[in-house]
């Protein structure tokens, strides 16, 4: 009962004792109460009732009851931490038991096996189990040995084994009441899926097995070690680490089991370490380092050392000492079969070269390289950059980039399975190693243009195919409207001054179980989208010039695309562009306000130090004609309008060229209908819009209660032209939570998901619409750059606070150019130039940027 219906076994266990039970009933009770305390509760007293239980079975001299005491008992001190102790009650298990009870104390050691890290002798021990569980009809322990057997087949990455053994437990749990153990087998296929490279579909498993446990009321500590793994394959980093760092707390406020901190400080070393913060990933790597050596766990000892190492090696240590305990921990990983062995020859090869030490390089990242022909993507891609690293010491450019190339590859089927555009773009981080050694060696090519290809390779990947639609999830559209509701009355109470923790919980809450059923959505697309290709963006450009900045070693390099070639400028420095860019934007944002006039001066100084840190000599080269600008995502701030070169010509951004390429090629819609929103609370009321109403033919007009998030997605799809006056909400916690206000609540990124086609053209006229997060190697995140793959081609957005008169004559002069047929980029050069000459009105021509081709 305990794994079936955990608090009513143990609540009858305790009522047994009460009745004042013989011997051999209480060593029952005892029994299951210390099940409960060993898995649920407080280890300390599940010892006491297991003793208890063994000592009462010897009373009623029954060798079957004793050895089945013997073997939880045992378990209970391994998770302790008593290693040789529980090893040693395993033994006087198996002897004291027989057949069929002697399979079930087999099993238990398995999983003990499996705990310590002993695979082998677990999967020599659950194989003797199976039969004889089989003969014995025994349907409960025969699913668990498979359970366990596939679990173990996992571990040493044989993911087909272990997927034939969950298929074969599951029909068999299907015909039992086994809750918990239920959950527990929906929870280890979700470990199959991750393992197999299936990222949505390990997260939608760990939740449902979470919701399992969370009706049964019981703890979920392998549970969070698990996700931990899955949301580090998925790029999520900060929040492995929170889940991790959150059930340890958890764990010790129960006084839970040893062996279960050790792994979860292991996953929280793992996390802390991609999340930017090497000293904790130091920390909880040594902590783990130590439990698992008491725990004589020389699996876990091995991962812990390893992460440890890496920690070290991220704070810049490099010595011939860390190369040899690299080298001796991929040692150790390889005697155990561990999947992880290729990570840690790759990095002993790493520091090695970073010392000079080519010889032991090239003995280290030769073994690593093997990994790239078999295995799961993630693992293969380390096998590739061992790959690339051996090529680089060798001399060979066309080594590395055909390195680089399957690698990338690789990670481009991986990243095409996962469905939310969030994903997609965090999962690029794994490639980043690949992409700077390819760019490496295209500079060193001296070929721009070869440059140009490589830079295109993995920049702003997720705008290359269109996120997965959500599917007509009753639960998804009940949390988005709920989120919706929740959101407008936090926000009206806080318009009224009253406290809103209560309601701001219930958001934050919402917010993770929409977030959490996005990014189980499945990718359909295959591959990785369109490969770039030079020669038709020059064609595309005709008489007009493409900036693509690309950024080497911290410096700025300009690849400046037009009359039919690819040149290639140095410029300055990354650090100093993007502080440049930060005191812009602190200038524009004073400039937004009354009597920062005498500002302006030190607005336009910055804009020309800018021109000379972004583009350099490229400056000077620019011909006649429009102008394309694709920045890095660590640049997406600039005004580009404010560099001199750039101040009076047409111009547009695009987050790649590739994108601008398929924006440049998308067709519109044979709707020509235009959409008008008017949200509430602006502080000149969207005065723009009446008059906008009046210059188009029969525009579609929502305002007031008709402005609703339903009936603006419904209006929007398909449009030709949408103007959306709406208060813009930028959230760099979860970039996709950015929003713009309409009368019911917030309309979100992942609402503009959900429609067929995005608008053709879209206006943003309220600040803050154009700001992003950057993510992954090179990604951006938010409302703009949602929209351009899902069929919008243009989009003019705002990336600064600005004053709200101002806009109203910058969109009417806007939308002038666009009823004589200008493009957005042509008709947003002419509506600055139209502008009044004042600071406030020339910042706000600033801050708005047209991006895309339409």
């Not at 209560?502 to 917010?511: K, N, S, Y």
């Not at 032209?721 to 950015?738: C, E, I, K, M, Q």
């Not at 993510?775 to 069929?791: I, S, W």
């Amino acid at each position: 009962m305990v794994f079936a219906d955990p608090g009513g076994a143990l609540a009858r266990a305790r009522a047994l004792l009460d009745s004042g039970p013989p011997p051999s009933h209480a060593c029952v009770a005892h029994q299951v109460i210390g099940i409960w305390q060993r898995d649920f509760g407080d280890l300390r007293l599940a010892l006491r009732h297991l003793r208890r239980a063994r000592d009462l079975a010897a009373r009623a001299d029954s060798a079957e009851r004793e050895a089945d005491v013997l073997a939880t008992l045992g378990v209970a001190l391994v998770h302790a931490g008593r290693t040789p102790q529980g090893l040693a009650a395993f033994e006087r298990g198996v002897a004291r038991g027989s057949g069929h009870t002697r399979a079930r104390v087999l099993y238990r050691r398995a999983y003990v096996w499996w705990v310590l890290g002993r695979h082998h002798e677990a999967l020599t021990d659950v194989r003797r189990a199976v039969p004889v569980l089989r003969r014995a009809g025994d349907v409960i322990w025969t699913a668990r040995a498979l359970t366990l057997r596939a679990t173990v087949h996992l571990a040493l990455g044989a993911v087909e084994r272990a997927d034939a053994d969950f298929a074969a437990a599951e029909e068999l749990w299907d015909t039992t009441g086994q809750e918990h153990d239920k959950a527990d087998a929906v929870e280890s296929r979700g470990l199959a899926a991750y393992r197999r490279g299936d990222i949505p579909a390990a997260l939608r498993l760990l939740g449902e097995a979470e919701e399992r446990y969370a009706e049964l009321g019981t703890p979920t500590f392998m549970l969070s070690v698990r996700r931990c793994e899955v949301l580090m394959a998925a790029g999520l980093a900060p929040e492995a680490l929170a889940e991790a760092d959150g059930a340890i707390a958890a764990l010790d406020r129960l006084g839970g089991q040893p062996t279960r901190k050790a792994e979860l400080l292991l996953a929280a070393a793992r996390a802390a370490r991609p999340a930017g913060d090497a000293p904790t990933a130091a920390a909880r790597a040594a902590a783990a380092v130590k439990l698992f050596a008491g725990q004589r766990r020389p699996w876990g000892e091995a991962h812990a050392r390893l992460v440890l190492i890496e920690a070290r090696a991220a704070a810049g240590a490099r010595s011939g000492r860390l190369v040899a305990d690299a080298a001796d921990v991929a040692g150790r990983l390889a005697a155990f079969g561990a999947p992880a062995a290729p990570e840690a020859s790759l990095l002993a090869g790493r520091i090695a070269l970073a010392l000079g030490r080519t010889a032991e390089a090239e003995r280290q990242l030769a073994v690593a390289a093997r990994s790239r022909s078999a295995g799961p993507p993630l693992a293969r891609i380390t096998g590739w950059a061992a790959q690339a690293l051996r090529a680089r010491a060798a001399g060979s450019g066309r080594g590395v980039l055909e390195a680089c190339r399957r690698g990338l590859d690789l990670l481009d089927d991986h990243r095409m399975t996962l469905g939310a555009s969030e994903l997609r773009a965090r999962a690029t981080a794994q490639g980043a190693e690949l992409a700077a050694l390819a760019q490496e060696a295209a500079l060193a090519s001296g070929r721009p243009r070869r440059l140009l290809v490589w830079s295109e390779r993995w920049r702003a990947t997720v705008l290359s195919a269109p996120p997965a639609r959500p599917p007509a999830d009753p639960a998804l559209v009940s949390a988005l409207t709920a989120f919706r509701e929740i959101a407008a009355r936090a926000q009206e109470a806080r318009r009224d001054g009253r406290p809103v923790p209560a309601l701001e919980r219930e958001q934050r809450r919402l917010e993770r179980e929409i977030r959490s059923r996005t990014l189980r959505l499945r990718g359909t697309a295959p591959g990785g989208g369109d490969r770039f290709e030079p020669g038709r963006l020059l064609e595309r450009l005709a008489d007009g010039w493409l900036v693509e900045l690309a950024v080497l070693d911290g410096r700025v390099h300009v690849l400046l695309c037009g009359e039919g070639r690819v040149r290639r400028f140095e410029a300055g420095r990354l650090a100093d562009a993007v502080a440049e860019a930060e005191y812009v934007q602190a200038g524009l944002r004073r400039l937004a306000h009354p009597g920062a006039a005498a500002r302006l001066p030190l607005v336009e100084a910055a804009g020309r130090r800018l021109e000379e840190l972004l583009l350099g000599p490229a400056a000077r080269r620019l011909g006649a004609g429009p102008v394309v600008v694709v920045p890095p995502g660590s640049l997406h701030r600039v005004p580009w309008a404010l560099l001199p070169s750039l101040r009076d010509r047409v111009l547009s951004v695009s987050p790649s060229a590739g994108s601008w390429l398929r924006a440049r090629e998308t067709a519109p819609p044979p709707d020509s209908r235009q959409v008008l929103v008017r949200g509430p609370g602006l502080a000149t009321g969207g005065a723009e819009v009446p008059r906008l109403a009046d210059r188009y033919a029969a525009p579609t007009v929502l305002e007031g209660g008709d402005a609703h998030v339903a009936r603006v997605l419904r209006e929007l799809d398909g449009a030709a032209l949408a103007h959306l006056a709406a208060h813009g909400t930028f959230r760099a916690d979860s970039p996709l939570f950015s929003s713009l206000a309409m009368a019911d609540g917030p309309l979100i990124v992942h609402d503009f998901e959900r429609l067929d086609r995005s608008p053709y053209r879209i206006v943003l006229s309220c600040c803050d619409t154009a700001r992003f997060a950057s993510v992954g190697a090179d990604e951006l995140l938010g409302l703009v750059t949602a929209l351009l793959p899902l069929g919008t081609a243009g989009v003019v957005a705002c990336s600064a606070p600005v004053n709200d008169e101002a806009v109203v004559p910058l969109m009417l002069a806007l939308h002038k150019g666009l009823g004589a047929g200008l493009s957005l980029a042509e008709a947003l050069r002419d509506a600055r130039s139209a502008l009044p000459g004042d600071a406030a009105h020339r910042a706000t021509g600033w801050a708005f940027s047209a991006f895309g081709a339409a």
